[in-house]
T-cell receptor, first 113, second 112 residues
Framework: DAKTTQPPSMDCAEGRAANLPCNHS???????VYWYRQIHSQGPQYIIH???NNETNEMASLIITEDRKSSTLILPHATLRDTAVYYC??????????????FGTGTRLLVSP | DVKVTQSSRYLVKRTGEKVFLECVQD?????MFWYRQDPGLGLRLIYF???????EKGDIPEGYSVSREKKERFSLILESASTNQTSMYLC???????????FGQGTRLTVV
């Protein structure tokens, strides 16, 4: 699986958009980008994933650059409850063989009042 | 609601004891994972399983073994607990399509 690079920490004001970047310059053509987050003292929680098109769900939006070498997770109106560690993961689809789910160290997002 | 249940939230064991951490799911998912999480090191994959009786080593399997006799249950075994195995242990499940993983609440194990 391709490696990812994320900033160790970011700050965001409550109510503003939080834009979390992820670099994955060695991503392969069939690898997906996944995002998870981990709120303190809880297990990680799935947020969103995508291949090349931008994706949106009730939690967030995922913007993947055209060359797929980087992506941004957008929380449109951050709340204090969004304070967490956010993990960007690149992974091949299942039809290429079983894929481990491996986490890096993520970005610690602090949302302040 | 997805349920991934880990047998204990907090556990204290003595050095040299055999320790069993149990994970039970109610989603009929094929893939199950065990991680440990330590400050500054993030989540590290210990073992995973993609089917009953199938198991694969993750990135840090030393000192651990696993058992999956039934689809819904994945056990992590510390044959002889050591103080460096003090950690938060997290179980996760995932369907065969790798769409999203669900995690348990974790077991904080202290080995004294």
């Amino acid at each position: 699986d391709a490696k990812t690079t994320q900033p160790p920490s970011m700050d965001c004001a409550e109510g503003r958009a939080a834009n979390l970047p992820c670099n994955h310059s060695t991503i392969s053509g069939n690898e997906y980008v996944y995002w998870y987050r981990q709120i303190h003292s809880q297990g990680p929680q799935y947020i969103i994933h995508g291949l090349k098109n931008n994706e949106t769900n009730e939690m967030a939006s995922l913007i993947i650059t055209e060359d797929r070498k980087s992506s941004t997770l957008i929380l449109p109106h951050a709340t204090l409850r969004d304070t967490a560690v956010y993990y960007c993961i690149v992974r091949s689809p299942m039809n290429t063989g079983f894929q481990k789910l491996v986490f890096g160290t993520g970005t610690r997002l602090l949302v302040s009042p | 609601d997805v349920k991934v249940t880990q047998s204990s939230r907090y556990l204290v064991k003595r050095t040299g004891e055999k320790v069993f951490l149990e994970c039970v799911q109610d989603m009929d998912h094929e893939n199950m994972f065990w991680y440990r999480q330590d400050p500054g090191l993030g989540l590290r994959l210990i073992y995973f399983s993609y089917d009953v009786k199938m198991k694969e080593k993750g990135d840090i399997p030393e000192g651990y073994s696993v058992s999956r006799e039934k689809k819904e249950r994945f056990s992590l075994i510390l044959e002889s607990a050591s103080t460096n195995q003090t950690s938060m242990y997290l179980c996760a499940i995932e369907n065969a399509l790798n769409t999203e993983a669900f995690f348990g609440q974790g077991t904080r194990l202290t080995v004294v």
